[in-house]
């Protein structure tokens, strides 16, 4: 038998705030599982041959809705501003993207003089829809047809290999679209890069005697040995950890494939998106926000796939029926103590800040848990 205070299966964002806040504020052991072979998730970054701090599983660009969240990681790491420019390669032209006044200048080659010019020039682009009922006429409806095609359609068909007709309007909802010149990919005005990278931030957290990881390990395969004092946090598939019961949930995953250049900069911005050329979706050259002074630079290329580990939920109405089903299982879990996190357990697009801010709230319902756990035990012993 393998026992522990707490046991927590999966060792990314959430693993390690919960490992943080239990074993530090409850003074609990905490035994975190991990199937790869590193913490951190898909925010782990680690440096390559050349010395460059590179993203293994993709960018993160971290971005905070509240204080909340940045201060409790303030804790764990120094800061350095977040630049996050992203430009899309369409027409053989680089345009800023999200869409914001600049492109749409240079695409439909004129000048905007005020907002209201820009909000006529695109009342007349619109495409009128009663109900928006998926990707496809969420842009449609905001921005019309030429955008749609040109910047969104085939880069959604890419990515995840699904016509934007049968995906969630949340998925192309998720980038901003400005009559502004404002270039930063995300919305949120807080975006901070952890100086020394994520690995480091997340090994800080987890860095207290009280907790215990074991890598390289599969909780299927162990999970019959396993014993948990209090909770179990589970942070996987869900569709996995009830042995598949209901059908399998469908995942899209990425190859990466990372190239040294022997440059200082290749590209004029972290990210190049490519929806109508190549088979990848990105180019991302992470340094420009890591801001590391190297004569060497580093760029992956994202491959879309099916096939690998899971990254993203693909958000539509079977999907989401299916894990409907999922999730009334785990919620009756909760009565045996066991707990579901995360973008893969939630099965929702979630942004690392949103993760880390979920296993925060997370903490304080298991902190009650536990107190009333423990009153019941000694007065059992009474
Ligand atoms: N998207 C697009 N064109 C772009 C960038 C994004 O059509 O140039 C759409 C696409 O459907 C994508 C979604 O917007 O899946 C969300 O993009 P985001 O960059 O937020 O994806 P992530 O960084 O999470 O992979």
Redesign the pocket.
Known sequence: MIESDVIIVGGGPVGCVLANKLSNELNLKCLIIEKRNHIAGNCYDEYNKKGLLYHKY??H?LRFKNRKTLNYLSKFTKWIPGEYI?K?YVNKKLYP??INLETLEMFFKRKFNSKKDVENFLNQKRVRIKKIKN?EDF?LSKLGKEIYEN??????IK??GIH?RN?SKT?????PIRINRNPY?VKEKLRLMPKKGFTKMFKKMINNRNVTIRLNTDFNKIKKKLKFKYFLIYTGEPDRYFNYKFGKLNWRS?IFKFKNYNKKFLQKCVQY?Y?NDYKY??TVEIKHVTKQKSNHTVISK?YPTNKGDP??PIINDKNLRLFKKYENLMNKEAKNNIFFEGRLARYT?Y?TDEVIERALDLYLTLKKKFKTIRSQKSSIRL
């Open positions: 993709g960018p660009y992203v899309t993207i999200p990707a842009i910047f969104y359609k085939n880069y959604t990515q995840w934007p995906l998925i192309t909802g998720r980038l990919y990425l998106n929806p979706t990105r994202e990254y993203y697009y942004n």
